[in-house]
């Protein structure tokens, strides 16, 4: 196994100085609220959105509820503006739960925040959680391959983005490019900002995850066929919801980890009277099926990619 000293403390420090960590929500922002309790009556659950959103609490709204039916605990949602703000807000006892990227929340647990991963997403319940990051050229583009991006301006997503930046980052190395030194990065902070920057000219390649192109296609903003993939990585493990063990009780932690493993999926939150239907069943990120669970060994990858890659977000 890896070792888990090689993910940085300074990974999340440097998120923080490229983009200010902030968190809005429905309720008090993770600077004010006082600190979470495993005797509290109200857990706090914070995400990152993929792409601009102001309904990402929405997103969440059967999960949560799954979560409140089954502890008998109130629960509140916080919307985070990047990473760096839930890494911070879960190390400081702020945040009881986060829905994390695989890397940042490798930089989490790897830097002391007493995390536990419970479930993650998967749109095929005999498939394990996963998916891939892929590079975008507009159509129009002589970029055939990473190996181009050579002196050219790259969109990554976040300094801690699995699929937006980490990943991307072992997959120029292993053309010969070093992300900081050989292309010039723009961190575009979402998925969809990536896409849409590529798109508008601002850069000459973007990352984003796998079905980022075909929502922003089916929305309208992207027209289909402007954009093509020149490049795209192996399996990456999915984003998990991780529960922050010393703000949460044992016997909560138990009821939240059953709950995410057994019923957070469209079949079981219909017979559980959270859906109407499987179709009117809307989970985040436009997941088709749900949550299956996972442990910390299944996040090994992500230190393995910072192993083999000695990239510069790794090194402690």
């Avoid at 089954?70 to 629960?75: I, L, P, S, Y």
């Avoid at 790259?154 to 992300?179: E, M, R």
Wanted: aromatic fraction near 6%; charged fraction near 25%; charge should be negative.
């Amino acid at each position: 196994m890896t070792s888990k000293s090689t993910i940085i403390r300074c990974a999340a420090a440097a998120a923080a100085l490229m983009v200010a960590p902030a968190l809005s929500a429905c309720g008090e922002s993770a600077g004010s609220a006082p600190a979470a309790s495993g005797e509290s009556d109200v857990l706090t659950f914070a995400a990152v959105p993929a792409e601009a959103s102001a309904s990402l609490g929405s997103d969440f709204e059967k999960i949560i509820a799954l979560i409140e039916q089954e502890t008998g605990k109130t629960v509140e949602f916080q919307n985070a503006t990047d990473y760096a703000a839930v890494i911070e807000g879960q190390r400081a006892g702020k945040i009881d739960l986060a829905s994390y990227g695989p890397f940042s929340y490798v930089i989490a647990r790897d830097s002391g925040v007493p995390l536990e991963p419970l479930a993650a997403p998967t749109s095929d319940p005999d498939v394990a959680p996963a998916y891939s990051s892929l590079a975008y050229v507009r159509e129009d583009s002589d970029i055939t391959d990473l190996a181009a991006a050579k002196g050219r301006k790259v969109c990554f997503v976040d300094p801690a983005s699995t699929s937006g930046y980490l990943v991307p980052t072992k997959g120029l190395l292993d053309v010969g490019l070093d992300a900081g030194d050989d292309v010039t990065p723009v961190m575009a902070g979402g998925h969809d900002a990536s896409l849409l920057s590529l798109e508008s000219g601002q850069c000459d390649i973007a990352f984003a995850h796998d079905t980022m192109l075909d929502t922003l296609e089916g929305r309208g903003q992207i027209q289909p066929g402007a954009l093509r993939s020149v490049w795209e990585s192996e399996k990456i493990p999915e984003d998990p919801i991780a529960v922050n063990t010393e703000t949460v009780d044992a016997e909560t932690v138990k009821k939240i980890d059953e709950a995410l493993s057994t019923m957070a999926n469209k079949p079981a939150l219909v017979a559980a009277g959270i859906c109407v239907s499987e179709a009117a069943c809307e989970l985040p990120e436009e997941i088709e099926w749900g949550y299956k669970p996972v442990d910390d060994s299944d996040y090994d990858p992500i230190r393995e990619v910072c192993d083999a890659t000695k990239a510069e977000a790794c090194q402690s």
